[in-house]
């Protein structure tokens, strides 16, 4: 009699854990419509200020939509590069309108804080399944996060004081956002 061995059952097999972890790779989904999710919300920032003709601010939130399309993109690269699943999402649907000067700023430093319990979330998830690669993965993220929520807060502090000087906050943008250039430590992206 020839025995049929489906791979959970296989000799030598039954003893190794499929990795990535499949919870990780449920929230790493999740996080790809997030990440999105963000390109789309600084598309829509981005738009605010251009129209307010405030070229700099609309750059700076231009960049930053690519950023995070980029982490999305990251993101897919990872999973597929480690034959897991990957659900391209839907997304929900940005803020398009605003009060003030301030209220995109604001509204980008919550989602960057948001964004960092996320990551956060995953890398602990990670952690709880042993899952040592995708706890790897996460620490770029991590990082960035820094990065990102000490941009958002010194620009949200520099719109509060400036908000009824344009040209100051413009200026600030051109002195200290003028891109930040390739960082050779980022994750390679899905379709380069
Ligand atoms: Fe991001
Ligand atoms: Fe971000």
């Keep these: 009699?020839?025995?049929?061995?489906?791979?959970?059952?296989?000799?030598?097999?039954?003893?190794?854990?499929?990795?990535?972890?499949?919870?990780?790779?449920?929230?790493?989904?999740?996080?790809?419509?997030?990440?999105?999710?963000?390109?789309?919300?600084?598309?829509?920032?981005?738009?605010?200020?251009d129209a307010l003709t405030m070229p700099q601010m609309a750059g700076f939130f231009y960049a930053q939509a690519m950023e995070e399309r980029s982490h999305a993109m990251?993101?897919?690269?990872?999973?597929?590069?480690?034959?897991?699943?990957?659900?391209?999402p839907g997304v929900a649907a940005p803020v398009v309108t605003f009060e003030n000067l301030v209220a995109p700023v604001e509204l980008a430093l919550e989602q960057e804080r948001r964004v960092t319990?996320?990551?956060?979330?995953?890398?602990?998830?990670?952690?709880e399944e042993s899952d040592f690669a995708s706890d790897q993965f996460m620490q770029w993220f991590i990082k960035e996060q820094v990065e990102e929520v000490a941009t958002m807060s010194d620009l949200v502090a520099v719109v509060r004081r400036s908000q009824n000087n344009i040209e100051a906050i413009e200026d600030y943008i051109q002195r200290e956002q003028s891109g930040e250039g390739l960082d050779p430590t980022a994750p390679a992206i899905a379709g380069g």
């Excluded at 990251?74 to 391209?88: G, I, N, R």
């Design 74 to 88: 990251m993101m897919v690269k990872y999973l597929v590069d480690q034959d897991a699943p990957v659900h391209t």
């Design 1 to 49: 009699m020839r025995l049929i061995f489906t791979p959970s059952t296989a000799p030598n097999d039954h003893e190794r854990v499929r990795m990535p972890a499949e919870r990780f790779v449920n929230q790493l989904n999740e996080q790809i419509a997030n990440e999105f999710a963000a390109h789309q919300q600084y598309v829509a920032c981005a738009v605010y200020y």
């Design 117 to 127: 319990a996320q990551i956060n979330e995953l890398t602990r998830i990670a952690r």
